[in-house]
């Protein structure tokens, strides 16, 4: 008989499956190309987070410069978006810039569209920092900045000054009373403020949410500053509203993560929704009646 963690596990899958491609570098560029059938871009990301093995690092990079050098093959537009402590910055900062500029070479070379995705508030500065080493050297990378955090808008400001591409997003970490906004109304709050900004002055960026209240907002402001920007939602949520944008004509990115590392990635989606929350409950009660 299945131990509780494991018919938790398999329970937890079920429900992680909506949002993740699959297994392999193959499974996500499938899923990127069935975006591209449905007129959207792709952004793909291989889970994993506190890599800290030389093995694991190295398979991670491989990856990723397979996933870049395959988008033209595949005829997909596509991105991808890592994670600092995936390739490196749990070991050292040092460590993460020679794998990130292994990445970052491969796609200069195959013009692709690098993110670098913001981790907890720990990897911050160190991110940051990271981004304006790179960005000097390569423009097509982007980073993402968390409405959530209340340094944030200094770091955006600061940004903007070198002109760089921003993936805004309200944050998906638990952090500090001291360092954070914690009501979704401050949050959201803040998320607008940025998000103004963004269209005042920032050239190139993305309005990461599945929120309708601020992607209303977004299109709304999209009038007045015309931008180059786009629309990024994660994969299996909220399809009809992105197949609505693309009919008026936005650009909307999926952001398709894949790899068996599944499981912190699927916490963080259902703690952000009730309904998901509701939905882990009732599929635990349906498995144990079977
Ligand atoms: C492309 C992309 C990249 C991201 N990158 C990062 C990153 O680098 N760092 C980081 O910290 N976070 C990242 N996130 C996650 C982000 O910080 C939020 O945790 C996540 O997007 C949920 O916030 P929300 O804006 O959708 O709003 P929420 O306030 O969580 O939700 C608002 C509304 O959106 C709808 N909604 C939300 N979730 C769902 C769902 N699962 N199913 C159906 N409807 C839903 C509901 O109507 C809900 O009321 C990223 C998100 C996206 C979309």
Redesign the pocket.
Known sequence: MASGIQLMEKVLFKIAKQ?IAGNTADDALTSAKNAYQLGRHA?INKLGEYNTSKKQILSTIDEYQKIINSFRKWNIRGAI?V?PTQIGLSISQKEFCRNFEKIVQEARDAHVFV?L???SADHTDETIEIYNAFFSKYERLGI?L?A?LKRTEDDLNDLLGIGAKI?L?????REKTSIAFKS?ED??KN?VKLMNILFKKCNEF?I?????K?IRKAQNLSKKYPKKFEF???KG??EELKSDLIKKKFVV?D?IPYGVNWLPYSI??IK??K??ILLLGSSLIQSQRV
């Open positions: 949002w952004i978006s994670k993110w995705d913001m981790e993402a968390q959530n993936r997003v309200k944050g998906a970490y979704k949050v959201d998320y993305a990461a949410s599945h929120d309708g601020i990024q939602m994660l949520i909220r990115s952001y963080r989606r952000e929704r309904r998901n």
